[in-house]
């Protein structure tokens, strides 16, 4: 059976817009996907163990990751390691480089669970970091130019070789993705 597998960014949940409105659309429009979202951890290294398993038991050809933010990271790290696709949407590239701006105490947006962001983070954000992707023909990439948070030019040299999506404005949020979801299903689900 297909499976789509979404992964939240950095202090999100299961609960965040997208993962809601793609299961949505899953359950409402389209059957016979198996849709999984768990909600990962704040530790890098366990986020991505934890994405493993519910990947567990599913076979590459049948297994879409779909990340976004810093779920768009650890889907590339799993799509390298299970070879399966994955959907970015706005996806975190380098997150290592970038997340000092964020050290300190955080606060999850939809569980209010509090954890400091350490350097331990960003050492385990950069041991799992991929040097480059290894089959493009296996990645879409969707940004829009507006983000504000992640520089979408760095994504679009980074997947160069992918399905690549650019959207004009938008936002870190990615603003278009409702209008995405009817393909990005389908693209799942073909062989």
Not at 77 to 104: I, K, M, Q, T, Y
Request: include cysteine.
């Amino acid at each position: 059976m297909k499976t789509i597998v979404y992964l939240h960014g950095f202090v999100s949940s299961p609960q965040s817009k997208k993962a809601v409105m793609l299961g949505d659309y899953l359950k409402n429009i389209m059957s016979g996907i198996d849709y999984r979202v768990p909600a990962l951890a704040d530790r890098p290294a366990r986020a991505v163990e934890q994405a493993r398993e519910v990947c567990a038991g599913v076979a590459a050809e049948d297994l879409t990751l779909v990340g976004s933010s810093l779920g768009g990271f650890y889907a590339t790290v799993l799509a390298e390691r299970l070879g399966c696709r994955a959907a970015l949407l706005n996806p975190a590239v380098r997150p290592h480089l970038h997340f000092d701006r964020h050290l300190g105490p955080q606060r999850n947006l939809y569980t209010g669970e509090e954890f400091v962001l350490g350097r331990e983070h960003i050492d385990e954000l950069r041991a799992l970091a991929p040097r480059e992707i290894s089959r493009p023909e296996r990645y879409w990439l969707f940004v829009e130019t507006g983000d504000v948070v992640l520089d979408y030019r760095e994504a679009v040299a980074f997947y160069r070789g992918a399905l690549q999506t650019v959207v004009r404005g938008g936002d870190h949020a990615l603003a278009s993705f409702p209008e995405h979801v009817p393909e990005l299903v389908e693209w799942a689900r073909s062989p």
